[in-house]
């Protein structure tokens, strides 16, 4: 990997007299990929003014990983820069039909997680943490949990805690919202266009980028923001992403009766969560982290495996036991772009011109408002606008320097719970 001892050298802000561009071949900002976080970056310089963006997707906006997410929100983190980036998420998707001009699908269930005996005082020092950010976070009891959700068998839980902010959204609308409010503004977003090649100056800056055909696309910053498929053209010019792809299946099961209106259960103990879908269906994820499948994401088994599905109803059917008439509806599988520590890496990289907003690891979406916000703030100012949120910690040197972005209160066996 390319170190840099003083991360903020590499860093050029962007300069930003405003005129409209109508140069198909320039922009100030070029944004690779049209998921959650590029199109998030591209309405939040949009809300700061700057226009001047072209954001360049191989196929057609949201059609990557963004498509595959789980949707679910909750601020309950253990790094308080990402619980704070929660919290503001939370506040944008409730508020989307003002400030984003439409409905993105958020439903505002709840947010529930159960902890083992060994994980108790972890959870209560997080809870404080969450309290003096602002966010409504508090302890609840097994009865609470029993009227939230009807069924579920605490017994091998010893502590809750329940966020009624929380609950689940459409990854896909939030980022075709984040597109449309963009392009109202005037940024431009150009579909099928792969990016092939960063452009560089005889120094090594990054100058703009080369798409198929040949097209070549001068600008002051590229930014960095194709998730699994990051690695490849950061290489080009030096800096080794240290992203893998990693499978993950999602089972969507019929319980035999509809799933509706309880909240987004996240289950510590057996490392699992869920949550209902509008259908009424069950969905049903995996938080354990312990082995995981890195795959090709241009080529991966888009379904769960049979050892999977056993694996997933055995340990849904110890929290649910009493499921009328249990069935798998379906599956399928997405890659989280996880890093070292499955954190992000949002900040300029060590080569001037490129700035990085990849590696969200499983949990970007949640926190996709606030990437936009933060990204927009590193590009145009240099800084983070709010306190709460340290751009810092998301340095790509951090994993060089040895000192990966971890809780400051983990959960013994869910180490990868942010
Ligand atoms: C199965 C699954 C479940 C998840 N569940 C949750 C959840 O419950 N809560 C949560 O907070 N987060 C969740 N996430 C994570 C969240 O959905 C992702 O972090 C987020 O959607 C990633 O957005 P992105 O823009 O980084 O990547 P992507 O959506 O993958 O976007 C990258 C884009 O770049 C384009 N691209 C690639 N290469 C090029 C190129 N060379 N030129 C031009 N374009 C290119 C791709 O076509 C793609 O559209 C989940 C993710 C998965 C996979």
């Known amino acids: 990997m390319t170190s840099t001892p003083d991360h903020a050298n590499s860093h050029r802000t962007v300069n930003s007299d405003r005129t409209v561009n109508s140069d198909r071949s320039t922009a100030r900002i070029a944004v690779i990929g049209g998921g959650l976080e590029g199109l998030a970056t591209a309405w939040a310089l949009a809300e700061r003014g700057e226009t001047d963006v072209l954001v360049l997707e191989r196929a057609t906006v949201c059609s990557g990983m963004t498509a595959k997410s789980s949707g679910i929100v909750r601020c309950h983190y253990g790094v308080p820069t990402l619980a704070a980036m929660a919290h503001y998420g939370t ?15 958020f439903h505002r269930t709840g947010y ?36 939230l959700w009807p069924g579920l068998d605490t017994a091998t839980f010893a502590a809750f805690a329940h966020e009624p902010n929380g609950g689940h959204g459409d990854a896909y609308l939030t980022g075709t919202a ?44 590229v930014v960095l923001a194709n998730g699994v498929w990051s690695p490849h053209l950061a290489e080009q010019v030096g800096v080794a992403l240290p992203i893998r792809a990693q499978r993950e299946a999602i089972l969507l099961v019929d ?45 991966y ?47 300029p990289s060590p080569v001037p011109g490129l700035f990085l907003a990849v590696g969200f690891s499983g949990h970007g979406f949640k926190i996709s408002p606030a990437v936009g916000r933060l990204a927009a703030d590193l590009l145009l100012d240099g800084v983070s606008s709010d306190p709460a949120v340290d751009a810092s910690v998301f340095r790509y040197s951090r994993f060089d320097e040895g000192r990966p972005l971890v809780s400051d209160n983990p959960y013994v066996g869910a180490g990868e719970m942010r």
């Open 301 to 347: 088994l888009d379904r769960a495996t049979d050892n999977v599905v056993t694996y997933g109803i055995e340990r849904l059917m110890a929290l649910l036991p009493d499921m009328p008439d249990p069935r798998l509806a379906s599956s399928y599988a997405g890659c989280y772009d996880v890093t070292p520590d499955y954190n992000p890496i949002i900040g």
């Open 112 to 147: 529930v997680v159960g902890v083992g005996d060994e994980n108790v005082t972890a959870l209560d020092t997080n809870l404080a943490m969450h309290r003096d950010l602002g966010i409504d976070a508090t302890r609840i009891n097994e009865d609470s949990v029993h009227e």
């Open 178 to 221: 984040f597109a449309a409010a963009a392009r109202r503004a005037g940024i431009r977003i150009r579909q099928n266009t792969l990016v092939t090649a960063l452009t560089t100056a005889a120094d090594g800056t990054v100058t703009g980028v080369r798409c198929t055909g040949g097209d070549e696309i001068s600008c002051d910053t």
């Open 255 to 299: 319980r035999g009766e509809p799933t509706r209106d309880v909240p987004v259960f996240s289950d510590l103990v057996n490392l699992q969560y869920l949550r209902g879908e509008p259908n009424g269906a069950l969905l049903v994820g995996n938080s354990d982290h312990s082995t995981p499948e890195f795959a090709d994401p241009d080529g």
């Open 91 to 105: 506040q944008i998707f409730d508020a989307a039909q003002d400030v984003l001009g439409t409905d993105i699908g």
